[in-house]
């Protein structure tokens, strides 16, 4: 019987390349416009009835664009080399993404609040804005 021997194994960094600061920056900005189209796209069909196609799109979405802001944020996160515990900021955009994130359910069901919903999401987007620009705690 021949004895086993291990595999040499590869640096994990020759086999896939960390993503740049600038990589996740990009790709956390795409996320957070996807999922703002999503709910400027669900709050200007509030009215309309039944589930249209563009409910579904939106839906679809706001799911992925949400996903994307999270992975992207930590890897921000990491990238900044931010300690543990986090900063009083990343809770509050933490905070923020799970308002945003329930913000979709939230117009599908009061559609007649759709101008407060419209400006609901503008002032947690300029609030996040904010927050990671400039970190004031």
Known sequence: MLPLRPLPQAEPSAIIPPMSYLAYKLLHLVGVFAVLMALGAQIASAGAAGKSRIHKI?????????????????????????????????????????????????????????????????????????????KPF
């Open 58 to 134: 939106a839906g679809l979405c706001h799911a992925l664009g949400l996903v994307v802001i999270l992975f992207a944020g930590f890897g921000l996160l990491v990238r900044l080399t931010v300690p543990w515990p986090w900063p009083g900021w990343v809770l509050v955009k933490l905070l923020i993404w799970l308002l945003i994130g329930s913000s979709l359910a939230l117009v599908r069901r009061q559609a007649a609040l759709a101008v407060v919903w419209w400006w609901a999401v503008v002032g947690l987007a300029t609030l996040a804005g904010y927050m990671a620009l400039y």
